[in-house]
């Protein structure tokens, strides 16, 4: 029996059970995560600004190796809820190759990639320490004997042995990943090591909930979820300082907070990942321990249907955004979890900004704010506009680009999200 088969057939025994049954003992919620959008997003549609406005900001896509040999690659990801263990869940593209990863390790992170003395574990799957992700596959570890606190740094270390195209990425991280030659995985410092800026087939970080009110909140969006004009390695996304917030609340402290955000990505059709539509399941619903979903998405949708030259398969009408979102909110409310629809926010100064546009705009947050379906309205809309000039972003939060705040603006858009709702859930 070859190798493959061998390992086919003992995955099996970890497989077998659906992907998050609640094993014996507590409960699970996720403290980290991330989509893995498997197409890369296109550059932003943003035109030049105009004599004397601020540049815009440059993508902030880290180039990363199209495949791996030899490597090992270590991630960097930061908790928000703590736990006296945690697990990590990996994905593979379906239809992608299969990856064999030979080891698998993880500690609390030090500075420059290093581990921190005396954490580094070992991590298995149903025993053992490697791993073969097949097309499709979701695999999550066995439980990592290691307490993780809220709001730290994991460094995962994973050691690809054979060449493997880097099909399953997520291209943003707005955190260092090292690469570095040979099985350095257990290794406190890597040597030699490459900076890129992607997670390679790390999908998830879950942590034993700590009480029966716990749970996981989605932050489902685009690359203003994502923090596209953030800074790099500050943590300064809104759903990252939304975490920071509830840490402050004894009430809310063990609340999960996962930012499902993918830069470009639409409602209704894939192109930046797979459309919101379609990701939904894999992005919400299956992840450990989810309550609440924040959704913002539709800005996409709108600027793609207003484009000049923009082929009319990729434009999209307000009722049909509308008609999208409807969607996600009845799949949502089909699984017991709630939805606070995020209203979207302004883009004037866009080169391509129109009447038309705007329009679907203010249909749209018209139907968040009022149709009743969400159980909860945060107005980021409100939180970011222009006082002067309510169709444009506040000056002091717009980088030049005109739709993505920037740290000021994210520290806006988490205050606008009131922490009592989460307080209501049971």
Not at 152 to 169: C, H, K, Q
Not at 306 to 318: C, E, S
């Amino acid at each position: 029996m070859s190798y493959v088969a061998r390992w086919a057939l003992a995955a099996l025994l970890v497989l077998a059970a659906p992907l998050h049954a609640a094993p014996a003992g507590p409960s699970w919620i996720e403290s980290w995560g991330t989509p893995l959008p498997l197409v890369p997003p296109p550059p932003p549609p943003f035109g030049k600004p105009a004599g004397g406005e601020t540049p815009a900001p440059r993508p902030p896509f880290v180039t990363y190796p199209a495949n791996l040999s030899d490597q090992t690659v270590r991630m960097i990801v930061r908790t928000s809820a703590g736990g006296s263990s945690f697990r990590l869940e990996f994905a593979n593209v379906q239809l992608g190759s299969t990856v064999h990863i030979g080891a698998i390790h993880a500690g609390l992170a030090g500075p420059a990639g290093s581990i921190v003395a005396g954490s580094d574990r070992g991590v298995t799957f149903g025993g053992r320490g490697d791993l073969l992700l097949f097309p499709g596959a979701r695999v999550l570890s066995d439980p990592i004997p290691l307490a993780v606190p809220a709001l730290t740094d994991v460094a995962v270390s994973i050691y690809v042995p054979g060449r493997v195209a880097t099909e399953t990425v997520d291209p943003l991280s707005l955190v260092p990943t090292y690469v570095a030659k040979g099985n350095q995985a257990a290794q406190g410092q890597l040597a030699e090591a490459q900076l890129t800026g992607a997670y390679f087939w790390l999908r998830g970080l879950s942590v034993p909930a700590a009480r029966p009110d716990a749970g996981t909140i989605v932050a489902f969006g685009d690359s203003i979820t994502e923090g596209y004009a953030t800074t790099a390695g500050a943590h300064r996304s809104w759903p990252e300082l939304l975490a920071e917030r509830l840490q402050r609340d004894p009430a809310l402290a063990k609340w999960g907070v996962v930012n499902a955000g993918i830069s470009g990505n639409r409602v209704l059709r894939t192109g930046a990942g797979d459309a919101a539509v379609a990701r939904f399941d894999a992005d919400v619903l299956t992840r450990p321990g989810v309550k609440w979903v924040i959704l913002l998405e539709g800005i996409n949708d709108i600027n793609m249907s207003i484009m000049p030259g923009m082929p009319d398969g990729q434009k999209a009408t307000a009722e049909e955004i509308i008609g999208g979102l409807e969607s996600l909110v009845s799949r949502a409310h089909a699984q017991g979890i709630r939805v606070a629809g995020g209203t979207i926010m302004p883009t004037k100064g866009l080169p391509f900004y129109s009447a038309e546009g705007e329009a679907m705009r203010q249909a749209i947050n018209a139907w968040i704010r009022t149709s009743g379906r969400v159980d909860a309205v945060i107005d980021f809309d409100s939180a970011t506009r222009d006082p002067a000039d309510p169709l444009r972003l506040r000056p002091d939060i717009d980088p030049g680009d005109h739709v993505h705040p920037n740290d000021a603006g994210n520290a806006r858009m988490a205050a606008a999200v009131d922490p009592a709702i989460f307080k209501n859930s049971r």
